[in-house]
């Protein structure tokens, strides 16, 4: 892997020399929070943290029509972009590679495989802020899965080369990047060292798939499932989940049928409803232990990692305080002040 | 095969549902071709009654003896009945919570005196499957151009149309919004039925549960999250009350007296 160094007043001409392969996305403040969007690279906040919606929604879009039916027949349909993504950190493209095993190992989904192939990844350094945890996940480096990697050191970035793309564009940008002293290799071991020191969430991860299995019949789900309003937002944000519904609309006024897919959620009630009327997960207590049990114990034997890489978004995002950590917590028997584990929901 | 017959029907409400619909006014002249419209009396005086229908749009809630037989008439000739609107799916406004029973003292209360309505004898307000077989739903305070467009479409296609059975949020964050319920605001976002596309969150204003409840909600738990928030019971009550319709408010009842129990055990 090839290593350059880039002056920081380089970034924005670099990224916006890049419209050429696609639009440029990248960080936005909306809000209090950020989202990808599509602007000029001068309005990109480099400091931005985790995206409201992980990067997941360039690869399977919340909503896209799959196929069309006019005139008595069927054609596929893609709105495949090309596309340049900024601003990724360790944890987001750990969650991408974790979609590539998913829709590419056993089974191969065209619609994800030509959104990734249109797709330049660069990543982008972070320094974590109390919800993250992508050092208890394993996921606070990335080695694969980007065309790209920027460091921001103090004064400069170093740009680490993922791909022969990545090296094809850094190739013709020549006068944007140098080559690296050994200065610059202090100065990123030292702030690495300072990151590592800068995680504050204490738990241990380690032997959590036994910890989550032994625990099935435990009668924290139940507490969990009095709590939980099933409101799906844990599986909307998290940017390893992968589930989407298949639906048909009829457009009056272009006459033909839109087969559509959009993202779902194992919360919902009618995920696991069956034909003839049963649902095998009615109760909310059950949905909640399938998608941990998933999440930590069955990707875990299925892929070999975990699916969660520590990006926090459930931790900031789940009303009602259900999330990887405090649910780790109360297995683990650890203090936790979530809402879901103080309150006395009254139900009728 | 021809053009499916259908007809558009308004018991008790503010109409505002067939209005949404007159109000496809790009689409009008397409729905007219795909559909034969046997009865819209908003829309024309002229109809007729006789024939069976394939598809009844029925707005408004069963609010009177009148509805209610008018409502039989229709149920008996058409295939397919859809509720539109809320009052038709969940009873609407009128059919709200408000702490008295039983319902009789609800109508004194808002027209102060027991004989006030003397077109027909009134009755409890109640969405359309209170009384008979409801095929397909849309929810709304008034329906959305858009969702009835595409149910439209489906239907003329022969296809029963599903109401979503998740809520708000999900489409919210499909949105990417930030979440109000976090902030600290009212946001009724959970216990609601999606479809609207998230219109009001996206705005930064609160859901109000025009949508209606979603079968599966959590209100109980929603209660508790926003009175933790600072809220009131009594503030809570109202807000879960305004789109709650009957099934809602007779659950708030129940949640009612239990908190009350609790206080005197």
Same mark, same amino acid.
């Given at each position: 892997m090839r290593v350059f160094k880039m002056k920081k007043g380089n970034i924005v001409p670099f990224l916006r020399s890049l419209e050429e392969f696609g639009e440029v996305w990248g960080p936005v403040k909306k809000g209090d929070n950020y989202v990808y969007a599509h602007e000029d690279?001068?309005?990109?906040?480099?400091?931005?943290?985790?995206?409201?919606?992980?990067?997941?929604k360039f690869f399977l879009p919340q909503k896209s029509t799959i196929l069309k039916f006019k005139n008595g027949n069927w054609y596929t349909h893609s709105d495949c972009k090309k596309r340049v993504i900024f601003g990724l950190h360790p944890c987001d493209i750990h969650a991408l590679n974790i979609y590539d095993e998913f829709y590419t190992r056993v089974y191969e989904d065209p619609y994800y495989k030509s959104n990734k192939e249109a797709t330049l990844i660069i990543g982008l350094s972070c320094l974590p802020d109390e919800h993250c945890f992508c050092n208890l996940t394993d996921t606070s480096t990335v080695e694969k899965g980007f065309d790209l990697f920027f460091t921001e050191l103090e004064d400069k970035f170093l740009v680490w080369v993922g791909s022969p793309r990545g090296d094809d564009i850094l190739a013709k940008r020549s006068d944007m990047v140098e080559d690296i002293t050994k200065e610059d290799i202090k100065d990123y071991i030292e702030w690495r060292k300072r990151r590592e020191n800068?995680?504050?969430?204490?738990?241990s991860f380690t032997g959590l798939p036994e910890i989550v299995s032994a625990s099935y019949d435990s009668d924290i789900w139940d507490k969990m499932g009095s709590a939980c309003l099933s409101c799906g937002t844990c599986t909307m944000v998290c940017p390893t989940c992968t589930c989407f519904d298949v639906e048909d609309e009829y457009d009056i006024r272009a006459d033909e049928m839109n087969r559509n897919r959009k993202w779902y959620s194992c919360m919902f009630r009618e995920y696991s409803l069956v034909a003839g009327g049963h649902?095998?997960?009615?109760?909310r207590a059950e949905r909640l232990r399938l998608w941990y049990t998933h999440k930590l114990v069955g990707f875990m034997s299925e892929?070999?990692?975990?699916?969660?890489?520590?990006?926090g978004r459930c931790v900031v995002s789940c009303p009602v305080g259900i999330n990887v950590l405090s649910i780790v917590r109360a297995l683990t028997g650890e203090k936790n002040d979530a809402f879901w584990a103080k309150t006395e929901v009254k139900q009728i | 095969m021809g053009k499916p017959k259908i007809g558009i029907y308004g018991l008790t409400g503010c109409a505002g549902d067939q209005l949404n619909i007159l109000n496809c006014e790009d689409e009008l002249l397409k729905l007219f071709d795909i559909f034969e419209v046997k009865s819209f009396v908003m829309a024309s005086r002229s109809k007729d009654e006789s024939v069976p229908l394939d598809v009844a749009f029925v707005e408004g809630s069963v609010s009177t003896e009148k509805d209610l037989e008018e409502l039989k008439k229709i149920r008996q000739k058409s295939k397919i009945l859809v509720a539109i609107g809320h009052c038709a799916v969940f009873g609407g406004v009128q059919s709200m919570y408000l702490g008295c029973e039983p319902w009789i003292e609800r109508y004194k209360k808002v027209y102060g005196r027991e004989d006030a309505v003397t077109i027909s004898p009134p009755l409890d307000p109640k969405p359309l499957s209170a009384y008979v077989k409801v095929d397909a739903v849309l929810p709304g305070c008034p329906i959305e151009k858009e969702p009835f467009l595409k149910m439209a479409g489906l239907l003329a296609q022969g296809v029963i149309p599903k109401n979503p059975d998740y809520p708000v949020c999900a489409e919210c964050k499909w949105k990417e919004n930030e979440c109000l319920l976090l902030k600290g605001e009212i946001c009724l976002g959970p216990i609601t039925s999606a479809g609207c596309g998230a219109i009001c969150p996206s705005l930064n204003i609160g859901c109000i549960?025009?949508?209606?409840?979603? @079968?599966? @909600?959590n209100f109980a738990s929603g209660i508790a999250l926003l009175e933790s928030k600072g809220y009131t019971l009594d503030e809570i009550v109202k807000r879960f009350s305004i789109?709650?319709?009957t099934e809602r408010g007779e659950k708030l009842a129940k949640y009612i007296a239990k908190v009350k129990e609790g206080h005197n055990g």
């Open positions: 690279p001068e309005k990109f906040d480099l400091s931005a943290l985790r995206t409201l919606i992980p990067a997941k800068m995680f504050k969430v204490d738990l649902n095998f997960r009615e109760a892929y070999g990692d975990p699916a969660c890489v520590g990006c | 549960g025009c949508w209606g409840p979603i @079968e599966d @909600e789109f709650g319709g």
